[in-house]
């Protein structure tokens, strides 16, 4: 796979004018489905073990046919499974008690057999489709990674969506029409982003290119990883249907309401990044922006009153510090990649039914619609639950009981950020719209619709 960027651009065509990326077309058209490659799931877990047990709890109601789960976590994560009947014995459990998300990463790769390894973090949860659209584009020999949408806390709009690295640790957004899987080339001094929560690879590729860099403990180190794989002439497939839940939970370096605890892991991995992607005359400048930028984040913060100023000045204390130690750090060679050469421990998910079914009814039959949702949901069905109420407040969405899809909101309300706030509707066509804009990545509903 090892090629340099001037040998990729002989093989794939030139660069697009502008230094953008390059869209090297669509993934395969016309064809079946890329469902004979074995996936494994890795799932990093440090003291979030409820958002763990929600996060599995999503990854076994996947449709795709052929994937194991490998879940590297510390002593709590452990515990936690330990009491879920639904993976006991039937998953891999991989011990890490070292806050190195890239040491944990790189020991779920260690114990993968499949020949896509995708990742998805603790307080994640794909939706039901994810690894059908996610491995698609695996169907082109050319392609090494893939990641997909991300969507925010609210359970519907998007958090992170197609993006371009670069090499001083920003991005830039790349278009998609949003439906499309498609093929793309970086710029000559870029990657195209994977997002950690939303994204898988070849594994020969991760044992070719040594995995994760240990030397990135927290941030930007899939990005790293990214950039290898663009230096090796690797191309990213881009697939916007593959879309995963990120509730964003509270973790050693950010609080619930997404306020920095801390930012030393921030600065010494952008240090180290910007040093071995960025001349020495530019690296320095690159800091410098990234601080203002956490500096303006932080202000934010303090105007909404989530912090006080004096915290200001300590969480960006916090971001120099870590800038400081890892503008000294000479980091190792990136060390080989152990393999296990595990067994495929494949899973056989909890949906047993084909299809989709929609639950639809107004808010004063909370309890009913839940219970038929559940219901539906123990019988092995792929169920999402409309509670709809005579108002226009925004909907939102969210994986209740850990085992259906429960969305919330007016009948006169907006679901996405792109519809108007307000605007008249029928029940019946609503609930046909949402299930509409749903069904690509949870899959079409039989010809009925329970609702009242």
Same mark, same amino acid.
């Given at each position: 796979?090892?090629?340099?960027?001037?040998?990729? @651009?002989?093989?794939?065509?030139?660069?697009?004018? *502008?230094?953008?990326?390059?869209d090297?077309?669509?993934?395969?058209?016309g064809?079946?489905?890329?469902?004979?490659?074995?996936?494994?799931?890795?799932?990093?877990?440090? *003291?979030?073990?409820?958002?763990?047990?929600?996060?599995?709890?999503?990854?076994?109601? %996947?449709?795709?046919?052929? &994937?194991?789960i490998?879940?590297?976590?510390?002593?709590? +994560?452990?515990?936690?499974?330990?009491t879920?009947?639904?993976?006991?014995?039937?998953?891999?459990?991989?011990?890490?008690?070292?806050?190195?998300?890239?040491?944990?990463?790189?020991?779920?790769?260690?114990?993968?057999? *499949?020949?896509?390894?995708?990742?998805?973090?603790?307080?994640?949860?794909? $939706?039901?489709?994810? #690894?059908?659209?996610?491995?698609?584009? &695996?169907?082109?020999?050319?392609?090494?990674?893939?990641?997909?949408?991300?969507?925010?806390?609210?359970?519907?709009?998007?958090?992170?969506?197609?993006?371009?690295?670069?090499?001083?640790?920003?991005?830039?957004?790349?278009?998609?029409?949003?439906?499309?899987?498609?093929?793309?080339?970086? @710029?000559?001094?870029?990657?195209?982003?994977?997002?950690?929560?939303?994204?898988?690879?070849?594994?020969?590729?991760? #044992? $070719?290119?040594?995995?994760?860099?240990?030397?990135?403990?927290?941030?930007?180190d899939?990005?790293?990883?990214?950039?290898?794989?663009?230096?090796?002439?690797?191309?990213?497939?881009?697939?916007?249907?593959? !879309?995963?839940?990120?509730?964003?939970?509270?973790?050693?370096?950010?609080?619930?309401?997404?306020v920095?605890?801390? #930012?030393?892991?921030? *600065?010494?991995?952008?240090?180290?990044?910007?040093?071995?992607?960025?001349?020495?005359?530019?690296?320095?400048?690159?800091g410098?922006? $990234?601080? !203002?930028?956490?500096?303006?984040?932080?202000?934010?913060?303090?105007?909404?009153?989530?912090?006080?100023?004096?915290?200001?000045r300590?969480?960006?204390?916090?971001?120099?510090?870590?800038?400081?130690?890892?503008s000294?750090?000479?980091?190792?060679?990136?060390?080989?990649?152990?393999?296990?050469?595990?067994?495929?421990?494949?899973?056989r998910?909890?949906?047993?039914?084909?299809?989709?079914?929609i639950?639809?009814?107004?808010?004063w039959?909370?309890?009913?619609?839940?219970?038929?949702?559940?219901? %539906?949901?123990?019988? +092995?069905?792929?169920?999402?639950?409309?509670?709809?109420?005579?108002?226009?407040?925004?909907?939102?969405?969210?994986?209740?009981?850990?085992?259906?899809?429960? !969305?919330?909101?007016?009948? &006169?309300?907006?679901?996405t950020?792109?519809?108007?706030?307000?605007?008249?509707?029928r029940f019946?066509?609503?609930?046909?719209?949402?299930?509409?804009?749903?069904?690509?990545v949870?899959?079409s509903?039989?010809?009925?619709?329970?609702?009242?």
């Amino acid at each position: 796979m090892r090629r340099s960027r001037r040998a990729r @651009s002989a093989l794939l065509g030139a660069q697009q004018p *502008g230094g953008r990326a390059a869209d090297r077309g669509d993934a395969r058209r016309g064809g079946d489905a890329v469902t004979d490659l074995t996936v494994s799931v890795v799932v990093v877990s440090r *003291g979030r073990p409820d958002a763990l047990a929600r996060c599995i709890a999503g990854i076994v109601r %996947l449709h795709y046919p052929s &994937f194991e789960i490998v879940v590297v976590a510390d002593r709590p +994560g452990r515990r936690k499974l330990d009491t879920l009947p639904d993976v006991f014995n039937r998953i891999k459990i991989v011990a890490c008690d070292e806050a190195n998300i890239s040491v944990a990463r790189n020991l779920g790769i260690a114990h993968a057999a *499949g020949e896509i390894v995708a990742f998805i973090d603790d307080d994640a949860v794909p $939706e039901p489709l994810w #690894l059908d659209h996610l491995v698609q584009g &695996f169907g082109d020999p050319r392609v090494e990674a893939a990641t997909g949408y991300v969507i925010g806390p609210d359970g519907i709009n998007f958090q992170h969506r197609i993006t371009e690295a670069r090499p001083d640790g920003t991005g830039r957004p790349i278009r998609t029409d949003g439906k499309t899987i498609r093929l793309l080339q970086p @710029s000559e001094d870029g990657a195209i982003k994977t997002e950690g929560t939303n994204m898988a690879f070849r594994r020969d590729t991760l #044992l $070719e290119l040594g995995g994760f860099d240990p030397v990135f403990r927290f941030y930007l180190d899939e990005t790293d990883l990214d950039m290898r794989v663009a230096l090796a002439g690797g191309i990213t497939a881009a697939a916007p249907l593959a !879309q995963v839940h990120h509730a964003m939970a509270g973790s050693a370096q950010r609080r619930d309401d997404r306020v920095p605890s801390s #930012l030393t892991d921030v *600065g010494r991995s952008l240090a180290v990044f910007v040093r071995r992607y960025l001349s020495d005359g530019e690296w320095a400048r690159a800091g410098r922006a $990234e601080r !203002q930028r956490r500096r303006k984040s932080l202000i934010s913060h303090m105007v909404a009153g989530r912090i006080e100023p004096r915290d200001v000045r300590r969480i960006l204390s916090t971001f120099d510090a870590g800038w400081s130690e890892g503008s000294k750090l000479e980091p190792d060679p990136i060390p080989l990649l152990r393999s296990e050469d595990a067994e495929f421990l494949g899973f056989r998910a909890s949906v047993r039914q084909p299809g989709h079914r929609i639950v639809a009814g107004r808010t004063w039959q909370s309890r009913e619609k839940h219970a038929d949702a559940l219901r %539906l949901a123990e019988q +092995g069905w792929t169920v999402t639950l409309f509670l709809i109420s005579p108002t226009s407040r925004p909907h939102h969405a969210a994986y209740a009981n850990k085992m259906y899809w429960c !969305q919330r909101g007016g009948l &006169f309300g907006r679901s996405t950020r792109q519809e108007p706030h307000r605007r008249s509707w029928r029940f019946d066509a609503r609930i046909r719209a949402e299930q509409l804009r749903l069904s690509p990545v949870r899959g079409s509903p039989p010809a009925e619709v329970d609702k009242h």
